[in-house]
């Protein structure tokens, strides 16, 4: 709150400056603390955002396995281990690596045929 210089003048000499700078001291340091705390605040969602959610995760293995499983399975024994989670996370892995690296070794091929057949065509162009 800022005031005209004669009025600042008058309540000086009936001794208000004093209140009037500790309750701008006050508001200042209530500001700063809400700014800190809204900084915080954004801070840890930032971090939040970029950490995965692991129960989302658990969730959707288990989900998975237990649609994997239904037709092989009894109902009520679907009492797998850790590690037998692990085991056919891992087998799925290595099939899809499999598949990725075929399907790359295809696309290899078929662009070097690509680049083989317009460079040749390229060549019979210019001369």
């Not at 001794?15 to 915080?40: N, Y």
């Amino acid at each position: 709150m800022y005031l005209r210089q004669s009025h600042q003048a008058f309540l000086q000499n009936l001794g208000w400056k004093v209140v009037f700078l500790r309750k701008e001291a006050q508001t200042t340091q209530k500001f700063k603390f809400r700014k800190q705390m809204k900084q915080e605040r954004s801070f840890q969602m930032q971090n939040q955002s970029h950490q995965p959610n692991f129960l989302v995760i658990i969730t959707k293995l288990m989900l998975m396995l237990n649609f994997h499983c239904r037709n092989s399975l009894d109902d009520h024994s679907i009492d797998l281990a850790a590690s037998d989670l692990i085991n056919r996370i891992s087998f799925q892995a290595q099939q899809d690596i499999s598949s990725l690296k075929n399907i790359a070794g295809e696309t290899g091929k078929k662009l070097s045929s690509f680049a083989s057949t317009f460079m040749t065509d390229l060549q019979d162009r210019i001369l």
